[in-house]
T-cell receptor, first 114, second 114 residues
Framework: AQSVTQPDIHITVSEGASLELRCNYSYGATPYLFWYVQSPGQGLQLLLKYFSGDTLVQGIKGFEAEFKRSQSSFNLRKPSVHWSDAAEYFCAVGALEYGNKLVFGAGTILRVKS | DVKVTQSSRYLVKRTGEKVFLECVQDMDHENMFWYRQDPGLGLRLIYFSYDVKMKEKGDIPEGYSVSREKKERFSLILESASTNQTSMYLC?????????????FGSGTQLSVL
């Protein structure tokens, strides 16, 4: 069965430092990959997505992610974190043969210290 | 902007009560989804719907049912609420043919079953 793993439950970084959030997936097919962000008290907002083509994708708010098929990974990165980036981040995976069903990871809570 | 509105932000119910969670979207989306979000488990799909009066089971449908009488409204029903259904419930919608390309989420309903 398909699964998504976000190994880090919590991450704390200093404001201005770089960030990488990890995501690994287990799928038998070519996956569609997403990162969503959830600010406190809010619903989820799409940061970026990968369907095909260039394996480095750019998203909103200065985020980017790289699809590495050999490692089954889709890690989220940001070169310089802002205090407003504190939120929970979810990686999600879908595949055409599984229809309109996304599988979400457990989430990573990002804390930013000043 | 797409708006997905969930009728209640917080809800407290007693064990055995029938509970209705309402979700309305204003962008004429055909696809609508109900997820529950639990710490450490991420989002899990309960039910989804491709069209009026259509519904499909997600990964955890037990104890839930849904109703989609109008395109813009998708209701989640807990027939007899139990304490293990205490959770955050998130509604989402997406455009036709793009089932999981971009989900638009509501702000969530935090349900407590006592």
């Amino acid at each position: 069965a398909q699964s998504v793993t976000q190994p880090d439950i919590h991450i704390t970084v200093s404001e201005g430092a770089s960030l990488e959030l990890r995501c690994n997936y287990s799928y038998g097919a070519t996956p569609y990959l997403f990162w969503y962000v959830q600010s406190p008290g809010q619903g989820l907002q799409l940061l970026l997505k990968y369907f095909s083509g260039d394996t480095l994708v750019q998203g909103i708010k200065g985020f980017e992610a790289e699809f590495k098929r050999s490692q089954s990974s889709f890690n989220l990165r940001k070169p310089s974190v802002h205090w407003s980036d504190a939120a929970e981040y979810f990686c999600a995976v879908g595949a055409l043969e599984y229809g309109n069903k996304l599988v979400f990871g457990a989430g990573t809570i990002l804390r930013v210290k000043s | 902007d797409v708006k997905v509105t969930q009728s209640s932000r917080y809800l407290v119910k007693r064990t055995g009560e029938k509970v209705f969670l309402e979700c309305v979207q204003d962008m004429d989306h055909e696809n609508m989804f109900w997820y529950r979000q639990d710490p450490g488990l991420g989002l899990r799909l309960i039910y989804f719907s491709y069209d009026v009066k259509m519904k499909e089971k997600g990964d955890i449908p037990e104890g839930y049912s849904v109703s989609r009488e109008k395109k813009e409204r998708f209701s989640l029903i807990l027939e007899s609420a139990s304490t293990n259904q205490t959770s955050m419930y998130l509604c989402a919608s997406s455009e036709p043919g793009q089932g999981y390309e971009k989900l638009f989420f509501g702000s969530g309903t935090q349900l407590s079953v006592l």
